[in-house]
């Protein structure tokens, strides 16, 4: 066994310098809404008042204040919000900690948040076990207009929001409710920042995000109740959001927020730039998503939809649509006709529609797309399983797709045309000509999984490194082929887990 070499002491006190890790700058500091016992933040039995935490001078890098290596511990309830006044360092960040049982409880939190860490970097916000931030007094009927449970705004760069409950930032239950408003669970911009493992109900927009916007990671959330799942608006910068990662989230029921004159257009995920190029919005990756539940026809755009961009990947998403419903667009939908998108990849997505019935419901739209990759999908039970633009789509490659519905009369459309083959779509859309296309079932089991039986089992093109080291598992973490053929859709063929070939039993005498 090699043992490495000990470092001096002076090497340990530069590393220690340069990080700004040292040991003497961690401290933690109590805080609930009023002053306790000693008021000195020792303990939640002494813990000092929300201003205490509001106010800036308390903010700074002297050991009674709260500096780089503060822990921030939340007591109980509060009832007025609470605003950062400083940031960590690299190495050294200060964290903002729910103890069991701790939730910000306000009628409305306001525009700029029942917890705001705008303009500061180095930020850890940590609901622990079940951390909330509510409002009370939001919705429809009630007299609030701005709620947004988690500002960071103004460049908040290199924190983490993290397994916090937010809830009822406006509960919207009526078709004839269009109240304006910001009505958002966490809204941020800047870039290098984590937000993961968070439960999100009742807002319109679960996780939004602004430009300027990059290198930022969404993960492993729970969106629920929703108008807009997670929403990244790129602006008229060039690369106003880019770099960003949005995976492993579960987004579902947006019905709840219909109105009758569709007043929003509900998305699970949108990713939109707002300038009439494909320049706003760049180099985005969106995977291993499960989107389902509550649709409407009158007012649902998509479960995915991204437009005016370039370089956006979109793969090993799961998408289920309820028995029938559809969408009057797509259940993927890209792009938009007159602002062409260029390098998009669609990839080994499942997309399950709840109806062939309708003028609408494709499982994928696509509009206006240059250098289009649209490889390995499952496209099922939708009124059409594709519907593109005519005459301003470009394929890199279109292969290895497997198609399935009742009955094969009219489900694929270009334009205005529709094609009852697949071998006519093939020769109108120019590629497809290995994919499949099938009347009967596609043979997946209840998670979606395709059984040894189905059509996608050997249906898709090895596609090792083509886009994302990500898709070279499917979304069950399963690792893929590095040389043969791939099953179509996001998932590998189902099958139990192989039993360890070896066992390591410990403790045991």
């Known amino acids: 066994m090699r043992l490495s070499a000990q470092p001096s002491l002076f090497a340990v006190i530069l590393a220690a310098l340069v990080c700004g890790c040292g040991a003497a700058n961690a401290k933690d500091i109590y805080i609930a809404q009023a002053a306790a016992g000693a008021n000195n933040g020792t303990s939640c ?5 929300a201003n205490f935490f509001n106010t800036t001078t308390n903010w700074g890098t002297e050991a009674s204040q709260i500096g780089p290596g503060t822990t921030v511990h939340l007591c109980g309830t509060f009832t007025t919000g609470l605003v950062a006044r400083g940031s960590g360092i690299p190495g050294n960040p200060i964290t903002i900690f729910f103890e069991p049982g701790a939730k ?7 525009r700029t948040g029942c917890l705001n860490i705008s303009a500061t970097g180095y930020i850890i916000v940590d609901g622990g076990t079940n951390g909330l931030i509510e409002a009370t007094n939001s919705g429809t009927g009630l007299g609030n207009s701005d709620s947004v449970g988690v500002y960071a705004r103004s460049g908040t760069h290199h924190s983490e929001i993290r397994n916090l409950t937010i809830n009822n930032m406006y509960v919207h239950n009526s078709v004839s409710d269009t109240s304006g408003g910001r009505y958002t669970a966490i809204w941020f911009d800047g870039s290098h920042n984590l937000i993961h493992n968070n439960f999100i109900s009742h807002t319109m927009c679960g996780i939004c995000g602004e430009q300027p916007n990059s290198d930022n990671d969404i993960y492993n959330n ?9 929403f990244l608006s790129g602006g008229t910068l060039i690369d106003g959001v880019t770099r960003d990662r949005i995976y492993s989230n579960e987004i579902y029921d947006f019905a709840n927020w219909d109105t009758t004159i569709d007043a929003y257009h509900h998305d699970g995920i949108f990713v939109a730039g707002n300038d009439t190029t494909s320049l706003g ?21 998509a479960y995915i939809y991204t437009n005016t961009h370039n370089h956006v990947n979109i793969f090993n998403n799961l998408i289920v649509a309820p028995d029938g419903r559809y969408v009057n667009n797509g259940l993927i939908t890209v792009g938009a006709p007159g602002y062409p998108d260029t390098n998009t990849s669609v990839l080994n997505n499942t997309v399950i529609g709840g109806t062939t019935v309708g003028t609408g419901g494709a499982c994928y739209y696509v509009k206006s797309q240059a250098n289009l990759s649209f490889i390995n999908n499952i496209a099922s039970n939708c009124t059409y399983l594709v519907w593109t633009t005519s005459g301003d789509i470009t394929y890199s490659l279109l292969n ?15 334009g205005n045309v529709y094609y009852s083959s697949l071998a006519a779509w093939s020769a109108a859309a120019g590629g497809d000509s290995t994919a499949r296309a099938v009347t009967d079932e596609l ?4 998670s979606y999984r395709p059984l040894a039986t189905s059509v996608a089992v050997g249906a898709g093109l090895n596609l090792t490194n083509y886009a994302d080291a990500s898709l070279n598992s499917d979304l069950a973490g399963v690792l893929r082929p590095a040389s043969s053929a791939w099953d179509a859709g996001a998932y590998s063929l189902a099958t139990l887990p192989h039993p360890p070939t070896t066992l390591l039993v410990t403790g045991v005498q």
Do not use: K, M
């Open 281 to 301: 919005v760049s180099y985005i990756d969106i995977f291993n998503n499960y989107l389902h539940g509550s649709i409407s026809e009158c007012c649902t755009t």
């Open 443 to 446: 043979n997946l089991d209840s």
């Open 222 to 230: 729970v969106i629920r109740n929703i108008n807009w799942g997670v």
């Open 104 to 110: 910000l409880r306000l009628p409305s939190c306001g």
């Open 45 to 49: 039995a002494s813990a000092h008042p």
């Open 400 to 414: 290895n797709n497997v198609y399935q519905a009742s009955t094969l009369t009219g489900v694929w459309r270009i």
